[in-house]
């Protein structure tokens, strides 16, 4: 198993059904007729969102993304995809920015505040990395988040810190 895919298998998460479920059905009374609506459908959206993801397509994740969190911002993995979209596309200090007030709507989910890590370990905040990393291990399981973070090039300058831990 490439790093890629372990870490897409901590990352990926796809929401409760039920949520995105309660979600897109507000917009069921208005499925569009047409095949160009029907492509700025909010399922069709998520749906995109997903394969871009996968298919490591930053750009378009990006933009389907900021789309999504215009109508739904309570998708805590939205806030995550654009913020990885942006990290990969080479503008980590604009996905750090983006990400922060997820930490503040969503505080109990760890993966906001692990890619957070992520993002001041490649910016060069070591301190703020290492804050943000033990706030993850307090919300999530701290021996998997530690096995991922050893093995994560984005906190390599941080493996003998975290090993410490």
């Not at 215009?70 to 750090?96: C, G, I, M, P």
Request: charged content about 20%.
């Amino acid at each position: 198993m490439t790093l890629y895919s372990q870490r897409m298998n901590f990352i990926w998460k796809p929401p409760p059904a039920g949520l995105v479920w309660a979600i897109l059905t507000r917009h069921v009374k208005s499925l569009p007729k047409s095949r160009i609506q029907m492509q700025a459908h909010p399922a069709v959206l998520l749906a995109h969102c997903e394969l871009h993801y996968a298919a490591k397509e930053w750009k378009s994740l990006l933009t389907i993304a900021e789309t999504l969190l215009q109508q739904f911002s309570e998708l805590d993995f939205l806030w995550v995809n654009r913020s990885y979209a942006l990290h990969e596309l080479k503008r980590t200090q604009a996905a750090f920015d983006a990400l922060v007030p997820a930490a503040k709507k969503f505080p109990k989910r760890w993966l906001i505040r692990y890619n957070l890590a992520c993002y001041c370990s490649q910016l060069g905040r070591m301190d703020e990395a290492m804050q943000w990393l033990q706030d993850a291990m307090t919300l999530g399981n701290q021996d998997e988040i530690t096995a991922m973070a050893l093995d994560d090039p984005d906190l390599k300058p941080l493996w003998r810190k975290i090993r410490g831990i």
